[in-house]
């Protein structure tokens, strides 16, 4: 798993990012970089700018600002080692850290160094890097704006300054966010560009800004929002970037398509997305991307992205700062303009102005008393009650109840206990629904109030006494979900205060409903927290000696226990399906019936028993609330049997068992349950995997083992059969040709001319047989007798080589020279026979009438040193370059060249033994180049 990002300093960084967006001169972007560098990790700091246009050399030893007091500045070579990395340098411990002002790939406009007294951790060296890599995107932003040439210099990523510039001149929300969408597409290369902004709590996005290429010409009018969930609330809620193939996109498990809108919806080819992400690291919105100009999308385009999106969300903020600045502006004007009117009015209208604003006061004071009443309070019941007391304490003389619906009824739950017994009695029973002021009141969502109450045709015939009465709605969610009735026996109708005091104190209590519900909800969530945690903890657990486990089963019985220990009391089976039945392997807990037992014991039948087959077949998890009893097991065996749970176990993506949790009191599956069970069985078969790859990798590495054995019992073969060539066979051979010499020497006068001919042929043949087992001998002790590679002067050992061929006769009228070479790590003798051999196949290979040369050259290849051995001989024709290589391999008639057919392989043999390649490039009738890689040895060996 990738190791996720350190959490950024979000408001620090916003305030850097806005004064920095701020600077109009380079001077600015450095004194604002510093100043917030040193304010946040309180350390000194420095700035190096690169030379300007014109100037020569690397980065000046002598810092263009510094904050703090340093005890010693960075050094010339320091500086221009970490100019030259185009990376952070990181001390150790404590010392000085560089990094480099620089976007992308671009190349640095200078460095940052920070004195830590000790070495800075993860998420102190990442917001350093985002503080630097912001001081970077506007100095180039300053640069296009002073000079747009110099700007394409620093900015080779196609323009993130001249976006950045774009966007901070854009008029207003709704243009930035137009430039923000055309420079992403523009920036990265791609059809597709969408901004969104984030509108609640639930991540629902609304698209504000749409760029498409020609290619999506017949998408540009669309406008339906993504979904507030799946990978949009994904990339919101983690606020992280997400890079995704259309192949990744489509399997992930967060994506969930375009539902209603797939018809609408332009084709996704692949996806880019990255967070807006504002002050606080509130999410803010998205910037998607799709459909890359070629290929995929790639690191680079996502870190372009993040750079824009850093810049773009300070911009969308400050421009939504603005234009609420200036809708307060505006209401502040018209108010006053309202106000201008009203003290026209004023001389006429005081009397009326004074009720006004002692009913004002008095719905004040009834908000104020209920909002200290409820502050605390989240049961409705109670909520109710308070809000019933403030009324009779604000206005005296009604009375009030708190209804909620129930079966087409309005029932009451709550009322003031000046109402009558008849009274109580009656509403508590219900009113009607269809009740006209009741009904008025639920219909339109907003307070009714009845002057001239009728008891009779509102269903509540004990209420005759009343002259006046209200219906106050609470509203959540746009539903009505309860409301407060009011009734008067002091008069037959309202005063304006007394509907405003009701107004109040209904919204007053519906506010601290919506409050109550967001409590629960955040208790429901915390619960659900714990329980994921109390889960994790024991898939931990589960896990913890994953190594020296080797029965899986195991673990299904722990994932039982551990499941278990956070239900209420029942029992766990684990079934496996075997030739049509399902066989429980492992159990924990006792099922409370013996028949039942016997039951499971025998295998219940694949097919016929659904709380096995259906997440099976599924892959999904069944949940019963309410366990159908005799849908698959005998009905009077599980009378005690109240809720079940059936959960696919998935090894490597595939149903290898069902787990099945059982509980004996009646009960609903809530999300908490959920959560647990589904995050331990999904944990079990990360645990079953692994313990399958720990076996399997148990069982290669016996093999390995055998196979080790298997190679040393051969090279002690070899090495046997080294002592035969060097020896046994090598004496015949020699007692052979020895014969064959003094029969030629003593009997060569009396032998006539065929007679002496089979003697050269017999003595020939010796020596060749003679060369075949010298060479078949070194062949096998390319391995058998290996050395520990050293450190070795390529060039030496090739003098050598020349120096042994001049005392022979290979060299005459040849011509052997090389360039540098190299010292390289590896066995001295061995790199003495390579060269010697390739070298004389060069000499020997010689086109008639042309002086032969070989030229020897190396060059490095990363790691590794890369040789050529090039001559001017006859050359190989390009479908024999493999076979050459094979032992006794020849392309030509001893009686053409001589040889044995083992050289080339010994030379691949040796290369190989060195961790090397070796190969051939030639054309016929020009010449031959062999190659060949040995790690360098420029450095120590197993250095660093």
């Not at 995704?244 to 996109?249: D, K, M, N, P, V």
């Not at 006209?436 to 969502?445: T, W």
């Not at 020897?856 to 790691?863: F, L, N």
Request: include cysteine.
């Amino acid at each position: 798993m990738v190791r996720p990002p350190a959490p950024i300093r979000s408001d620090a960084f916003s305030a850097a990012a806005e004064a920095l967006a701020a600077a109009r001169q380079p001077g600015d972007v450095i004194a604002t970089l510093l100043a917030h560098a040193h304010a946040a990790f309180q350390v000194a700091a420095a700035a190096w700018l690169a030379p300007g246009a014109g100037q020569e050399g690397g980065v000046p030893p002598e810092p263009a600002a510094q904050v703090g007091a340093w005890a010693a500045l960075p050094d010339a070579a320091t500086l221009r080692g970490a100019w030259g990395r185009h990376g952070p340098v990181l001390p150790e411990g404590g010392g000085v850290a560089l990094f480099p002002l620089q976007t992308g790939e671009a190349a640095p406009l200078g460095l940052l160094g920070l004195a830590w007294p000790q070495a800075p951790d993860e998420a102190e060296a990442r917001f350093a890097r985002l503080l630097a890599g912001q001081a970077a995107l506007h100095l180039g932003r300053l640069a296009w704006e002073g000079s747009p040439d110099l700007a394409g210099a620093l900015d080779p990523l196609g323009g993130l300054a001249r976006a950045a510039l774009r966007i901070a001149r854009a008029p207003g929300l709704q243009a930035a966010l137009e430039v923000i969408t055309e420079e992403a597409r523009t920036l990265v290369g791609a059809h597709q560009s969408v901004v969104s902004l984030t509108v609640s709590e639930d991540w629902a996005q609304a698209i504000t800004a749409v760029s498409l290429s020609d290619k999506y010409a017949a998408w540009r009018e669309y406008a339906v929002p993504p979904s507030g969930s799946g990978i949009y609330a994904l990339v919101c809620r983690m606020n992280e970037p997400l890079r995704l193939t259309q192949a990744e996109l489509e399997a992930h498990p967060a994506w969930r398509g375009f539902g209603a809108h797939a018809a609408e919806h332009p084709p996704m080819r692949g996806w880019l997305a990255v967070p807006l992400v504002g002050r606080g690291g509130r999410n803010i919105g998205l910037i998607q991307l799709s459909d890359r100009v070629e290929g995929d999308f790639t690191a680079r385009d996502e870190h372009i992205l993040v750079q824009l999106a850093q810049f773009a969300a300070v911009t969308v903020e400050h421009a939504r700062s603005i234009e609420l600045a200036q809708a307060e502006l505006e209401r502040r004007q018209q108010a006053e303009a309202r106000l201008r009117v009203l003290n026209m009015e004023l001389e006429g209208r005081i009397g009326a102005a004074t009720h006004e604003l002692e009913t004002r006061a008095a719905a004040l004071d009834a908000f104020v008393a209920f909002s200290e009443a409820v502050g605390t309070q989240t049961d409705v019941a109670a909520l109710a009650g308070q809000a019933i007391r403030v009324m009779r304490t604000t206005l005296g003389h009604v009375s009030v109840g708190y209804y909620e619906p129930e079966g087409g009824l309005w029932r009451a739950r709550v009322w003031s206990d000046d109402m009558t017994p008849e009274i109580v009695a009656q509403i508590r029973a219900g009113i009607p629904a269809d009740a006209p002021d009741l009904a008025r009141a639920v219909a339109s969502s907003e307070p009714v109030f009845v002057d001239g109450w009728d008891a009779e045709a509102n269903a509540l015939s004990t209420t005759t006494s009343y002259g006046a009465g209200a219906f106050v709605p609470v509203v959540i969610g746009g539903e009505v979900c309860s409301l407060l009735a009011v009734g008067t026996r002091a008069a037959r109708r309202w005063t304006e205060h007394e509907r405003t005091v009701m107004r109040a104190v209904g919204r007053s209590f519906q506010l601290a409903l919506e409050r109550s519900e967001a409590t629960a909800l955040l208790e429901r969530q915390n619960g659900e927290l714990a329980a994921r945690t109390r889960a994790l903890e024991g898939f931990a657990h589960l896990t913890g000696d994953l190594a020296a486990q080797g029965d899986p089963r195991v673990f299904v019985r722990r994932a039982q226990e551990v499941i278990l220990s956070l239900l209420p009391p029942g029992y766990a089976l684990y079934y496996e399906r075997e030739e049509g039945r399902w066989r429980n392997r492992v159990q924990v807990g006792d099922v409370g019936n013996a028949d039942l037992q016997a039951f499971i014991d025998a295998g219940p039948q694949v097919g016929v028993t659904p709380s096995v087959d259906v997440p099976w077949e599924t892959r999904q998890p069944y949940y019963q609330d309410a366990y159908a009893r005799g849908s698959d097991t005998p009905e009077d065996m599980v009378q005690h049997v109240s809720t079940v749970a059936s959960l696919p176990v998935l090894r490597r993506g595939e149903v290898v068992g069902v787990l099945i949790a059982v509980i004996f009191e009646g009960r609903a599956w809530n999300a908490t349950d959920r959560t647990v069970l589904e995050t331990v069985v999904s944990s079990l078969g990360l645990a079953l995997e692994r313990a399958e790859s720990v076996a399997l990798l148990a069982e290669r590495t016996t093999e390995l083992e055998q196979t080790n054995a298997e190679l040393e019992r051969s090279n002690a073969e070899l090495e046997q059969f080294a002592y035969v060539a060097s020896h046994d066979l090598q004496a015949p051979i020699r007692a052979m040709t020895s014969f064959a010499g003094l029969t030629q020497r003593r009997y060569g006068d009396v032998l006539d001319d065929r007679g002496r001919m089979y003697l050269q042929q017999i003595a020939e043949s010796g020596e060749h047989m003679k060369r075949l087992v010298d060479d078949l001998l070194t062949f096998s002790r390319v391995h058998t007798a290996q050395r520990e590679p050293e450190v070795v002067d390529s060039g030496a050992v090739f003098d050598a080589v020349r120096r042994r061929l001049e005392r022979g006769a290979d060299l005459a009228g040849a011509r052997l020279t090389r360039g540098p070479l190299p010292l390289v790590l590896a066995d001295p003798q061995q790199l003495d026979q390579l060269l010697q051999n390739l070298i004389s196949n060069g000499l020997k290979y010689r086109r008639e009438g042309v002086t032969p040369e070989v030229h020897v050259w190396a060059e490095r290849d990363g790691e590794m040193e890369r040789f050529a051995v090039r001559d001017n001989g006859i050359g190989i024709e390009g479908q024999y370059f493999g076979r050459i290589f094979e032992i006794f391999q020849r392309l030509h008639g001893r009686e053409q060249y001589e040889g044995t057919g083992i050289g080339l392989a010994v030379c691949k043999k040796i290369v190989e033994r060195h961790g090397g390649q070796i190969w051939v490039e030639s054309e016929v009738g020009q010449g031959t180049t062999f190659f060949f890689t040995l790690p360098d040895g420029s450095a120590p060996p197993f250095a660093g």
